[in-house]
């Protein structure tokens, strides 16, 4: 990639453009930076309660014609993968076929009886760098949440496949608060073929042509697939979120479950929060890993002294990975804002370029607000020494975590 595309110098091109996000020089120059493809014409529609996203992905799944790809990180052998597990199973007895991807090492505790249940009920399922015979692929781990039905609806996001994902309105803070996007319209070939490389890499069988794509309709969200997988794709991803940061005016909320940034990412932060421009974090106040939650923690002081406001989420453990900006840009998917995700992980997120899309987005984000605790700057520099001492810990250990 060209170094002018790169984080930080993409920044300045971003920051130049007349009509920010909104503008068509903005498209350009994700084009340019991405180099794939803006698709028109998708309608977007977003969950973020688990119990209300699966059931829409069971619908999907239902309403099958010839072809299911899922991949995720995560497949856990409880209720909600046993659901799944069903509807796969009714799809293959109507004559779809369904292929399953799973991390290996993200599915770990998932018994292999699980497994074998799924190929004998004529599921074909492929395991993500299996540490034998290949320990050390094993590093290397693929951390996507895709579902596509015949080529023309898909889901993605980050909620694994497990009843954690149930709904943190009922569960009085047992649930995950997570968020995830259906798709319908051209976008989805897109994620079919983001899908096939991983079950290439996999030992899948090439998929099979899909059906042709017609021509998008001129209404409807704009969308640009977002990839990554370790030695591509991951610089154009972290340069996509600088660009978007440097060229918001109004306000960028971030949503993040796993903050350990690099030192350019805080720097992008504080550029744009200098410029007057309202940047949120969105943050964990418990973590299902805490020693990440405190490499971020290594961060704080440099970000409130930059005028970036830090909120921590109390009503469950928060796994999103959101972005919105000034009402128009949307980003969900699975990247995380920390090491792992930008150099060992292969991920998958969308850009959505809509208004409507963005005021949902928004509108989550501020009812996130209400059960978030604000890290104020005074109150942050008094905690404890163990606490800094920790902090500090954790931020030099993250790229091994």
Same mark, same amino acid.
């Given at each position: 990639?060209?170094?002018?595309?790169?984080?930080?110098?993409?920044?300045?091109?971003?920051?130049?453009?007349?009509?920010?996000?909104?503008?068509?020089?903005?498209?350009?120059?994700?084009?340019?930076?991405?180099?794939?493809?803006?698709?028109?014409?998708?309608?977007?529609?977003?969950?973020?309660?688990?119990?209300?996203?699966?059931?829409?992905?069971?619908?999907?799944?239902?309403?099958?014609?010839?072809?299911?790809?899922?991949?995720?990180?995560?497949?856990?052998?409880?209720?909600?993968?046993?659901?799944?597990?069903?509807?796969?199973?009714?799809?293959?007895?109507?004559?779809?076929?369904?292929?399953?991807?799973?991390?290996?090492?993200?599915?770990?505790?998932?018994?292999?009886?699980?497994?074998?249940?799924?190929?004998?009920?004529?599921?074909?399922?492929?395991?993500?760098?299996?540490?034998?015979?290949?320990?050390?692929?094993?590093?290397?781990?693929?951390?996507?949440?895709?579902?596509?039905?015949?080529?023309?609806?898909?889901?993605?996001?980050?909620?694994?496949?497990?009843?954690?994902?149930?709904?943190?309105?009922?569960?009085?803070?047992? $649930?995950?608060?997570?968020?995830?996007?259906?798709?319908?319209?051209?976008?989805?070939?897109?994620?079919?073929?983001?899908?096939?490389?991983?079950?290439?890499?996999?030992?899948?069988?090439?998929?099979?042509?899909?059906?042709?794509?017609?021509?998008?309709?001129?209404?409807?969200?704009?969308?640009?697939?977002?990839?990554?997988?370790?030695?591509?794709?991951?610089?154009?991803?972290?340069? &996509?979120?600088?660009?978007?940061?440097?060229?918001?005016?109004?306000?960028?909320?971030?949503?993040?479950?796993?903050?350990?940034?690099?030192?350019?990412? &805080?720097? &992008?932060?504080?550029?744009?929060?200098?410029?007057?421009?309202?940047?949120?974090?969105?943050?964990?106040?418990?973590?299902?890993?805490?020693?990440?939650?405190?490499?971020?923690?290594?961060?704080?002081?440099?970000?409130?002294?930059?005028?970036?406001?830090?909120?921590?989420?109390?009503?469950?453990?928060?796994?999103?990975?959101?972005?919105?900006?000034?009402?128009?840009?949307?980003?969900?998917?699975?990247?995380?804002?920390?090491?792992?995700?930008?150099?060992?992980?292969?991920?998958?997120?969308?850009?959505?370029?809509?208004?409507?899309?963005?005021?949902?987005?928004?509108?989550?984000?501020?009812?996130?607000?209400?059960?978030?605790?604000?890290?104020?700057?005074?109150?942050?520099?008094?905690?404890?020494?163990?606490?800094?001492?920790?902090?500090? &810990? $954790?931020?030099?250990?993250?790229?091994?975590?």
């Amino acid at each position: 990639m060209p170094r002018e595309l790169r984080v930080p110098q993409v920044g300045e091109i971003a920051s130049r453009l007349a009509g920010g996000v909104r503008g068509l020089d903005f498209q350009a120059l994700l084009h340019r930076i991405d180099e794939g493809p803006i698709h028109r014409g998708n309608r977007v529609e977003i969950f973020v309660q688990g119990d209300e996203a699966f059931a829409s992905k069971k619908r999907a799944i239902e309403g099958a014609g010839f072809e299911i790809l899922l991949e995720s990180y995560i497949v856990r052998d409880d209720e909600t993968g046993r659901d799944v597990l069903e509807a796969l199973a009714a799809a293959v007895g109507r004559g779809v076929k369904v292929k399953v991807l799973a991390d290996a090492f993200g599915s770990l505790t998932t018994g292999t009886a699980y497994w074998r249940e799924m190929k004998k009920r004529g599921i074909e399922v492929h395991l993500f760098h299996p540490f034998l015979p290949y320990p050390w692929f094993h590093v290397f781990r693929d951390h996507r949440k895709i579902l596509v039905v015949d080529r023309r609806v898909g889901f993605i996001g980050g909620m694994n496949l497990g009843q954690e994902y149930g709904s943190v309105r009922r569960s009085k803070g047992r $649930a995950w608060r997570d968020t995830d996007a259906r798709i319908e319209g051209p976008a989805v070939q897109e994620m079919a073929l983001v899908f096939s490389e991983a079950w290439s890499r996999a030992g899948g069988a090439n998929l099979e042509p899909g059906p042709v794509e017609t021509m998008p309709s001129r209404s409807g969200a704009k969308i640009l697939v977002l990839e990554s997988r370790p030695g591509r794709g991951h610089q154009e991803s972290a340069s &996509v979120l600088a660009a978007t940061v440097a060229a918001a005016r109004d306000y960028v909320w971030i949503t993040n479950a796993y903050f350990a940034p690099r030192p350019v990412a &805080v720097d &992008v932060l504080g550029q744009a929060a200098g410029r007057g421009v309202d940047v949120r974090l969105l943050l964990p106040g418990k973590s299902d890993i805490p020693v990440i939650r405190h490499a971020g923690h290594g961060y704080f002081r440099d970000l409130l002294r930059r005028g970036v406001r830090i909120f921590e989420y109390q009503n469950a453990i928060l796994h999103a990975k959101t972005l919105v900006a000034d009402d128009f840009l949307s980003i969900v998917g699975s990247t995380n804002l920390d090491f792992r995700s930008f150099h060992f992980n292969a991920e998958s997120n969308v850009v959505v370029m809509d208004q409507s899309v963005a005021e949902v987005m928004a509108a989550a984000f501020r009812d996130d607000l209400a059960h978030a605790v604000e890290v104020k700057a005074k109150d942050w520099g008094q905690r404890s020494w163990i606490h800094k001492f920790g902090d500090g &810990v $954790a931020r030099r250990l993250h790229p091994l975590l």
